[in-house]
């Protein structure tokens, strides 16, 4: 299956988040329609829905998800770095947030980077350790459900290994003094208004440096 977004699509895509031109700031930053393509269809292809009647099947993004993916990896600068770092996102519940999350982790495992960092850790970072599973579960789910993915990856009990990357679950209360390790290439922050400080996720951002 593949599925093929217009690179006028695309162009109205990025636009369509509330408050956001993707343009206003721009500067001599420009957008990769490829890359951004090629993040999209990895989701739809090779990532699945976890939960709920669509369990199993393909997950389709909805515009504003294609928007986020596409305004996270499209945009770069003329060195051909990404021209964002961070992106803070806000969903209301109910919006399927931690299943994207697990398809953002699947990006940063498999799909490689423009300038790849080799042997760099992908992260997601929970406030609480049963919270961990909200993404972890899932990640597992869309590997194990899909041939291209499962065959490259190494699933553990709180780890998952693809060549020379690895994706740890992590959270503030059981990581009090290790937070500081690793080399962190990808991170998603789940639930932030349930972590009990930002010191985690400092290390995180820290440790990309």
Sequence with gaps: MTLVTTNYELQKLIRMLPGYDPFAQAGDCYFDEKAAQFRI?????CCTFTQGEKAGQPFILEPWEKAIVANMYGWKHPSGLRRYRMVFVLVARGNGKSE???ALICVGLFVPDDLPEPGG??????????????????????IRHSPEMSERARIYKQAINVGTRTYFPMCRETHTGTEHGGAPAFAVADEVHAHLDRRLITAIETGMV
């Design 121 to 142: 850790h992908v992260f997601s970072a929970a406030g609480k350790r049963d919270q961990t599973r909200y993404v972890f579960d899932p990640v597992c789910y869309m």
């Design 100 to 102: 994207m999350c697990a």
């Design 41 to 45: 269809d990895f989701i739809q292809e």
